[in-house]
């Protein structure tokens, strides 16, 4: 499967799923055509509709799409999307609040590089802007990326996420979500013994596999099931002419979300019926519930081989991380070198990709943290994206993690009028 034709022949059939689509919707929309009372004529048009967005969003970055945010006073803030720091696979971006003094509160959201776009946490970030001055790790498309950058793997993520902690500073409040929780514990212990006064205040993780043998999931059976020379048979291509990473080695986002769509077929299938149907009565629009959800679903990344190959080996399959046995350039992190960072997990029982007992793992490893520096939380009835971007996070899971904010800022603790309760603030602010 290593070879730049299957890429190419995988980006060819999306290609044509598009085109069809396409042309569907143009002929079936004919004036002439609505002379007719058959109809097949309209549901062949909502059908090229359909498929022409499903499939040309596939390739597309999503844009963030915040724009502005309410103000104290009632008057709206304009919202500029800053890049910090640049590097060939990710930059650190701040979401810049136009007349507004810093906050103090401020936060670094670690988004998931899992084949999604970091826009995955949009939710996430508007719900926090609010509140805190917010920042957040931007993962480039590896596709994008030529081969000339070199190669990117977890110890290299483990460094970015050094590199941009040492960039904000200690008055930090880190928040990783899913995939990066256990690299950015890693990182934050990597700082712990090489930096100490980088180290950020406090450290908020949220659904991810620090032990993923804690409680089985398919994606730990996947993990277990597998050989790494199966995987790499099989998921690893290279990116084709038409990119600037030509010749790169990646595990392609088709692919991924191939998988992706396997995990929940008839519901999905069930869901693009349904929309088929809504466009041909005429009800549906382009920001409606289906649209909204399945731009940001279908707009997948290519991951670079090395970062895959490397997190089913180390992560899943050595559990390195859980172990405390993970290296970065031949010298071993040791967790147990977190002493002062306050370290909270937050777990939904319904998650069925990180499952609970995977992500409060990490406490039990922080050997050198006091229990007063230790918190957890379990979000009953919460799946996977429920806990950092649905209904639990803005109505429970998010006050809390404010509160632990503010739990932990020395004496940068927000003003007094900053000090009313979290739920209190998150209530004001719905």
């Known amino acids: 499967m290593k070879y730049m034709m299957t890429y190419d022949l995988m980006e060819s059939?999306?290609?044509?799923?598009e085109w069809l689509g396409a042309t569907a919707r143009a002929m079936a929309s004919y004036p002439a055509f609505a002379l007719s009372m058959n109809p097949?004529?309209?549901?062949?048009?909502?059908?090229?509709?359909v498929t022409e967005r499903t499939f040309a969003r596939m390739v597309d970055k999503p844009d963030w799409g915040i724009r502005s945010i309410p103000g104290p006073e009632g008057q709206d803030h304009l919202i500029d999307v800053k890049k910090v720091v640049e590097r060939p696979f990710g930059?650190?971006?701040?979401?810049?609040?136009?007349?507004?003094?810093?906050?103090?509160?401020?936060?670094?959201?670690?988004?998931?590089?899992?084949?999604?776009?970091?826009?995955l946490v949009r939710s996430t970030v508007t719900s926090l802007l609010p509140d805190c001055d917010v920042y957040v790790t931007d993962w480039h498309n590896a596709r994008d990326i030529p081969v000339s950058a070199g190669k990117f793997d977890v110890?290299?993520?483990?460094?970015?996420?050094?590199?941009?902690?040492?960039?904000?500073?200690?008055?930090t409040h880190v928040i990783a979500v899913c995939q990066p929780v256990p690299l950015t514990l890693a990182a934050t212990a990597y700082l712990a013994?090489?930096?100490?006064?980088?180290?950020?205040?406090?450290?908020?993780?949220?659904?991810?596999?620090?032990?993923?043998?804690a409680a089985a999931t398919e994606v730990t059976d996947f993990g277990r099931r597998v050989t790494m020379g199966q995987l790499e048979q099989t998921a690893i291509q290279r990116v084709g002419f038409m990119y600037k990473g030509a010749g790169?080695?990646?595990?392609?986002?088709l692919l991924q979300l191939q998988s992706f769509i396997s995990m929940n077929a008839e519901r999905h299938g069930k869901a693009f019926q349904e929309q088929i149907l809504r466009v041909a009565r005429g009800e549906a629009s382009d920001h409606d519930a289906h649209n909204r959800f399945y731009d940001e679903y279908l707009a997948v990344m290519d991951m670079p081989a090395e970062f895959y190959l490397s997190t089913v080996e180390r992560i899943f399959k050595n559990r390195e991380i859980a172990k405390n046995e993970f290296t970065v350039n031949g010298k071993r992190v040791d967790i147990g070198a977190i002493t002062r960072v306050a370290v909270k997990t937050v777990e939904g029982s319904k998650d069925d990709i990180s499952a609970p007992g995977q992500c409060i793992?990490?406490?039990?490893?922080?050997?050198?943290?006091?229990?007063s520096k230790k918190a957890s939380h379990l979000e009953d009835g919460a799946g996977?994206?429920?806990?950092?971007?649905?209904?639990?996070?803005?109505?429970?899971?998010?006050?809390?993690?404010?509160?632990?904010?503010?739990?932990?800022?020395g004496d940068d603790t927000p003003d007094t009028a900053a000090k009313k309760p979290a739920a209190a603030k998150a209530k004001a602010a719905s």
């Open 13 to 17: 059939a999306r290609n044509t799923n």
């Open 40 to 49: 097949m004529v309209k549901l062949t048009a909502a059908w090229g509709e």
């Open 91 to 119: 930059d650190l971006i701040q979401f810049f609040v136009r007349r507004r003094e810093p906050m103090k509160r401020k936060v670094l959201l670690v988004a998931p590089m899992s084949g999604h776009y970091a826009t």
């Open 155 to 171: 110890e290299d993520y483990t460094l970015y996420l050094v590199d941009f902690m040492r960039e904000l500073g200690p008055d």
């Open 193 to 213: 013994a090489e930096d100490p006064d980088a180290q950020p205040r406090s450290l908020t993780l949220i659904g991810g596999p620090v032990d993923p043998d």
């Open 248 to 253: 790169r080695m990646v595990y392609p986002g």
């Open 361 to 371: 793992a990490a406490l039990a490893l922080c050997t050198g943290l006091p229990d």
């Open 384 to 409: 996977h994206y429920g806990i950092f971007a649905g209904k639990s996070w803005r109505l429970n899971i998010r006050p809390l993690v404010l509160d632990f904010i503010d739990a932990n800022s």
